[in-house]
């Protein structure tokens, strides 16, 4: 991995739960990040944006026991994609690896 981020989430859906052809752990999550922008009235509208993680080897087995509202901290690699659409249009996009997740304590 070239690059890596963390943020700060909760769960937002019960993870799913999966194992590779090598039967290791791959769990997939969709993390809900509190944003905040400006609206047009120069005021903070406060949003939610969802982020699809995949989890593998040690960053699956950290993962696999979490539950949808769980807050999370997760370190991710970014991975750069490249595929070809029905019409033959080259699209790139990213997706976010685990490389560590650390759940909250809760109250």
Do not use: Y
Not at 40 to 68: D, H, M, W, Y
């Amino acid at each position: 991995m070239f690059a890596s981020v963390h943020f700060t989430g909760t769960v937002h859906l019960e993870p799913i739960l999966k194992r590779t052809r090598n039967d290791r752990v791959w769990v997939q999550l969709l993390v809900s990040v509190p944003t905040i922008s400006r609206d047009s009235k120069g005021g903070c509208l406060e949003e939610s944006t969802l982020i699809p993680v995949s989890c593998f080897r040690n960053a699956g087995e950290q993962a696999k026991n979490l539950k949808a509202g769980d807050k999370i901290t997760v370190i991710v690699g970014l991975r750069g994609r490249k595929f070809i659409v029905e019409n033959g249009t080259e699209k790139h996009g990213i997706q976010l690896l685990a490389e560590r997740v650390f759940a909250h304590s809760k109250p």
